[in-house]
């Protein structure tokens, strides 16, 4: 399977991985997820990154400082994406994201595709908030119909609760901790996770 770096010394990923990654803190946040995108544009990839805590412009000249791989950045908030009707629902996010993947590669003139999302909003009072883990889990399901990597950003800070933690531990096949990627021994499939998480 083909390998992809993540921006990381020594760390690298494959095509189709949909992977969490702890941390705390805004700061480590960027050490994790700019190298992530900047290899990404480095490569001629498109990078999507929903941000939850700042605002896309704040951030993209510290990610894609030429104008020319700026293009092939987009930024988002999680009130465009996660949250486009002031509510969650997996299904219509999924949907976001394969149209992400579509407008991509029919026609877009890429051959890979590096998505990101932070996760905070889920912490907040909308509906539909609680159907987190069971749309991390149906992700799964989606990571590998396209040449993609799938990054999702967990601030430990904020995340706090053990049982949540568990789950979106069990949602995900792999994990980024420490500058390492560790095979999740914890990961339960969708059709096993679902019945169970539902």
Known sequence: ?????????????????????????????????????????DGGDRCVCVLDRDHPDDVIGQIAG????????SLIRS??????????????????WADVART??????YEFLRLAGEMTWALE???GV???VAYESELNRFSGKYP???????????????????????????????GTIVENPWYTEPDRFLPIGQ
């Not at 010394?9 to 190298?35: K, Q």
């Not at 465009?80 to 996010?93: H, I, V």
């Not at 991509?104 to 003139?109: A, K, S």
């Open 130 to 132: 609680d159907l987190l």
């Open 104 to 109: 991509t590669f029919d026609g877009g003139g």
């Open 148 to 178: 993609q990597t799938i990054l999702c950003l967990y601030d430990l800070e904020l995340f706090n609760d053990g049982e949540l933690l568990i789950d979106i531990l069990r949602t995900h096949p792999k994990v980024l901790m420490g």
């Open 1 to 41: 399977m083909e390998e992809i770096s993540t921006g990381l010394p020594g760390v690298s990923i494959a095509v189709g991985d949909h992977i969490c990654t702890f941390y705390r803190g805004d700061e480590e946040r960027n050490t994790i997820l700019f190298p992530y995108l900047m290899t990404g544009l």
């Open 66 to 73: 030429d104008p020319d791989k700026a293009a092939h950045l």
């Open 79 to 96: 009130e465009e994406s996660y949250l486009a009707n002031g509510s969650f629902s997996p299904d219509e996010m999924l949907a976001f």
């Open 125 to 127: 009072d909308h509906p």
